[in-house]
């Protein structure tokens, strides 16, 4: 089977400067990353902020330029940037993010905010539109009275629903939520977050499903990149992932979420700073957190490898003696 998308080895060196006379240094946000999605799979993508999850997301979408590697949807390679064929494709792969305030235009209606996509995509004759916006609207649990609301009308929640009815509008088969609950409130996230996965399953879509929030994660993805500082560090299926991390990364990350009624015995702490992308240690970029760094993790980066089937990780400790993963 094709996978719906797949990226191979991207790459993303922002040039930072620090201080007017300061030589630009290179910032490495994503550094070799590969990944794919199988149509109506869900790809949950954790880490810490900093470790490159956005520009990950918008670089799949063909938002942020790529320097290096290259995105293939649905077989073929991406299209140039802003053509008409971009374009097209683009109806096909949505991206909703945290800020649902932000992702709406104020000045417009919730219903023509909807309407707009069908417009500019010509998805169907002008007269069936308002009857597509009414059934946007109730699939993403929107009360018909609210469609001449304005985005201030609405709550953070509510207006969240308006910019999901709005990716759906032109029958995505990729969306990409970049923290897309993290700005609701809990009691809503839960609500939020059922409401995509039922969607989601009626409408066949694939998913990438980027959240710092690991709880938010395990309720929604099929299977888990862990990044740290540009790279993925390990990534198995969700159920594995959570049951038995391997990567001490992942261990602390995973340790971190509470589980009731369980002790916090036995649980691994994140020491030290969060990463640091202008300022990324060499080696293994985890080692001065790792509480089982050696030598090796100091001076040589590990690779991602196969350490068991269907789990990769990089690390020299838990990866000794797998094979590397071909790019
Ligand atoms: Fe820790 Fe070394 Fe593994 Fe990096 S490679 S995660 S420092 S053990
Ligand atoms: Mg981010």
Not at 27 to 33: I, K, L, S, T, Y
Not at 35 to 57: C, D, F, N, R, Y
Not at 194 to 204: P, S, T, Y
């Amino acid at each position: 089977m094709t996978p719906l998308i797949q990226a191979t080895n991207l790459a993303r060196i922002y040039q930072v400067r620090r201080g007017l006379f300061a030589q630009p240094k290179p910032v490495r946000a994503v550094d070799g990353v590969s990944l794919a999605v199988m149509p109506g799979e869900t790809l949950g993508i954790v880490g810490e902020s900093g470790s490159g999850k956005s520009t990950l997301g918008r670089m799949l979408l063909g938002i942020d330029q790529l320097q290096a590697g290259e995105v293939r949807f649905e077989g073929r390679a991406m299209p140039e940037l802003r053509t008409a064929e971009w374009r097209a494709l683009r109806a096909k792969m949505q991206l909703v993010y945290q800020d649902p305030l932000a992702a709406l235009d104020r000045r417009l209606t919730i219903a023509s905010q909807l309407a707009e996509p069908l417009e500019i995509h010509r998805i169907i004759p002008k007269d069936q539109r308002p009857a597509r916006v009414a059934e946007l609207m109730v699939a993403v649990g929107l009360r018909q009275d609210q469609a001449g609301r304005f985005p201030h009308e609405l709550s953070g929640g509510q207006r969240q629903r308006a910019v999901i009815a709005r990716a759906l509008a032109s029958r995505p088969k990729l969306l990409v939520c970049d923290e897309p609950v993290s700005a609701l409130d809990v009691s809503i996230q839960a609500q939020v977050v059922n409401m995509l996965r039922q969607l989601q399953e009626q409408n066949g879509i694939a998913m990438v499903f980027i959240s710092h929030d690991l709880k938010v994660v395990r309720n929604i993805a099929d299977r888990v990149a862990v990044m740290y500082l540009g790279r993925i560090v390990e990534e198995a299926s969700s159920d594995v992932i959570f049951r038995s991390p391997r990567h001490p990364y992942t261990q602390a990350l995973v340790s971190s979420v509470p589980v009731p009624g369980k002790l916090l015995e036995g649980r691994v702490i994140l020491q030290g700073e969060p990463p640091n992308p202008a300022n990324r240690p060499a080696g293994c970029a985890f080692h001065p957190r790792c509480s089982i760094a050696r030598d090796i993790c100091r001076s040589t980066a590990p690779v991602l490898r196969q350490i068991e089937n269907r789990r990769t990780a990089a690390c020299h400790i838990v990866a000794d003696g797998a094979v590397p993963v071909a790019a």
